[in-house]
């Protein structure tokens, strides 16, 4: 048993640890509905770790927040704690051959043949079409008007996820390929997003496709589009032999030991996997941005006298404290316990699952002073801490392409404050709303952008 326990003190079983005992559905719907208020409100009442009722088959999730027991919980050994089956949710979309889904060293060899996709020559390319971009589609966004600035922002940030899976290599049918991952993602606004088909028989899931206002039976049939799709732009690359750095050129270079290519199931599910959680969480954390701005004029006036200026400092600072208040996975992928383990003086059976609360974590006034207000100054000439700013998850699992959405971030928010003024009515802040695994602004986002006097030849 791995013991990563804080400086002796007795060891309680994890079952000891209070929690609501409100019914599973009740816990859920809470959460999904009001993940913020409903996790701050269970920490008043219960402490820093406690227990929900939230998974399916009687398992068990344990919510820890205190920065000592987050660490603990990164650094334990990859056979102690799984994170594949915390991705069930999302079994839909990504499917069980992707990265989210291996565990041990078959995440660890995956995770360095991804590399070569985000990283050096990838990333400066990937990073001169981000900034193409946000100028050429950013310009297209409505203008005089409130609108719910969401959906322009999840499309650009699809794009993106183009150039990262694709890279110039861009298949003949990406224009209905882009429709139908549009259309399959519109399912996370539902509650049903999280119903894991793949336990089911087929039997059930008939009958819940049935039930046309899930969405479910829209959601697979486009699911079936989509692979087919892939699979045409699988194949019209193979054909061509265009050489390259994206990801689709990375996987199909991937070789097992016996020589053997990835399966075409494998290469589908990584960049369904991209099209998911390359899209969800950037899009979040861009609304997230745009509506505090709207609603901050001081930290507004100053971004923007930086951005006319070329300067960087505040802005990655604005982002910081945007990503801490609002991290757009509030829970990041529960870890299933494998082998016992104590952490923080509590042991964890195997079939138990951790959740490090992102929201519990940056919203702890110990780490954070009055950590509900927005001060980006907190993180001038100061980096994150990996165990007490988590937006990103952390450990062996962090997101891979946490650097290719701060750069989509700072793209968007460059544009849209060089080129507009952010305009809103209503100073209320918008509440948060749920998106599978995801957290994004109720009304997505709901702003007038005016065009800046100064910019108006380039707008």
Known sequence: MDTLNTPQQDVIPASALPGPRTPMIVQGMQLFRNPV???????????????????????????????????????????????????????????????????????????????????????????????????????????????????????????????????????????????????????????????????????????????????????????????????????ERMESGEPGDDMLAVLLGVTREDGSPLSAVEVRDEIMTMFLAGTETTSAAICWALETLSREPAARERLVAEIDEGGDAYLTAVVHEVLRMHPPTPQIIPREVMKPIEIGGVRYEPGMHLWASGILVHNDPAIYPEPQAFRPERWLDTKPSAHTWIPFGGGHTRCLGDRIAILEIKAVLREVLSTCELHRKDPTPEGPRSRIVTMTTKHGTRVELRRRARATNTA
């Open 37 to 235: 208020s409903y996790m701050l409100n269970c920490r008043e009442r219960y402490g820093k770790r406690f227990e929900l009722n939230i998974m399916p088959e009687g398992s068990t999730i344990y919510v820890i927040s205190d920065p000592d027991e987050v660490k603990a919980m990164f650094l334990a050994p990859r056979d102690i704690l799984h994170t594949g089956n915390g991705s069930s949710a999302l079994e839909k979309f990504i499917g069980q051959t992707g990265l989210a889904w291996l565990d041990e060293e078959k995440h660890l060899a995956r995770r360095k043949q991804l590399m070569p996709s985000i990283k050096g020559p990838a990333h400066k390319r990937i990073e001169a079409s981000v900034h193409e971009m946000a100028e050429r589609i950013v310009a297209t966004w409505p203008r005089g008007e409130v609108v719910a600035l969401y959906p322009y922002i999840h499309r650009f940030t699809i794009q993106v996820i183009r150039e990262v899976v694709f890279g110039k290599a861009v298949p003949s049918c990406w224009d209905e390929l882009f429709e139908v991952v549009w259309d399959m993602l519109s399912l996370n606004r539902r509650v049903s997003c999280m119903i894991e088909t793949h336990t089911m028989s087929p039997f059930a899931v008939k009958i819940l496709r049935a039930i046309r206002p899930l969405g479910l039976d829209r959601f697979f049939k486009n699911r079936e589009r989509a692979d087919r799709l892939i699979a045409q732009a699988v194949a």
